[in-house]
């Protein structure tokens, strides 16, 4: 019995799909292109592994690059407000300081209120004696004066070479028409404060009191101090003097006091323009 072949072409019938073969142009495209996108994918991960490899080298430390970074903007700040700091400290006096006073500043009244002696002694161990002085120094118009050292002298008859005592007061502020009362206390003879007086010296004192209970002085001092006018500031040397300070012993013969008291001193002063530096 002879066999047949039937051929069966896939019907449209409801729920079957027909495919046909896609043309052999159209499948060398797609190959093509499915090749493509694969060595795209593969070029672009090995670009992508490479550079992460170069940009984080094995010294890169990123926390402490920015510790680095906090400390110098503190640094930073520390210094700007020092700054700041000394120009409002100086500028006021660096802009008084481009002016300069049109004259000579004016010194203060320096007024020696009373002078007494103690225990004045003379012989051959040499001078013995404690002075206790009082003075005022006033401010008479300028803006504000800064005594930062005032030294006192204290010599025998109107020669400054003959000294007898020393002694220093503390610094001080005087604004204009203020005053400053000052209490002193010098003395001679004392181990504390040992003084070198001459024989001869010690000798014609002596016999000076004598003669008539009384002996004669001279005060000296020497104040250096910086002036603060409107516009300008200045160092100032001052060299307040006065002699014939005539003191009289009384009957026990060891202690006097002054004769004449509230004496003006007289006060030359020099002065040059202030420097910071």
């Known amino acids: 019995m002879a066999s047949s072949s039937t051929k069966v072409e896939p019907q449209n019938e409801k729920g079957h799909v027909k495919f046909l073969p896609l043309p052999q142009s159209e499948t060398e495209n ?3 292109n499915d090749d493509h996108l694969e060595d795209l994918s593969l070029s672009i991960s090995m670009e992508s592994t490479t550079a992460r490899i170069i940009n984080i080298p094995d010294y890169y430390f990123p926390e402490e690059i920015l510790n680095a970074r906090t400390q110098t903007c503190e640094i930073a700040q520390d210094l700007l407000g020092f700054i700041v700091l000394i120009l409002l400290i100086f500028l006021p006096l660096y802009l008084r300081h481009l002016g300069s006073p049109h004259e000579d500043p004016i010194p203060p009244i ?3 209120n009373s002078m007494y002696i103690y225990n004045f002694t003379t012989g051959k161990e040499g001078l013995g004696a404690t002075w206790d002085a009082k003075f005022t120094i006033k401010n008479a118009n300028v803006s504000s004066i800064y005594f930062r050292r005032v030294d006192f ?3 025998y008859k109107q ?4 000294v007898l005592s020393l002694a220093s007061s503390f610094p001080f502020y005087l604004d ?44 000296q001092m020497k104040i250096q101090a910086i002036y603060y006018g409107e516009t300008w500031v200045s160092d100032v040397t001052m060299t307040p003097h006065c002699e014939d300070l005539r003191v009289q012993f009384l009957t026990s013969k060891d202690s006097g006091r002054l004769i004449n008291p509230n004496r003006n001193l007289s006060v030359p002063i020099e002065w ?4 910071f530096f």
């Open 30 to 32: 797609h190959n093509i």
């Open 110 to 112: 320096v007024t020696l």
């Open 153 to 155: 002298t204290i010599f």
């Open 159 to 162: 020669n400054p070479e003959h």
């Open 176 to 219: 204009q028409e203020e005053d400053m009362k000052l209490h002193v206390n010098f003395t001679t003879g004392l181990e504390d404060n040992e003084l070198f007086v001459e024989n001869e010296l010690v000798e014609e004192i002596g016999k000076d009191k004598d003669k008539d209970g009384s002996l004669s002085f001279g005060m």
């Open 272 to 275: 040059k323009p202030f420097s």
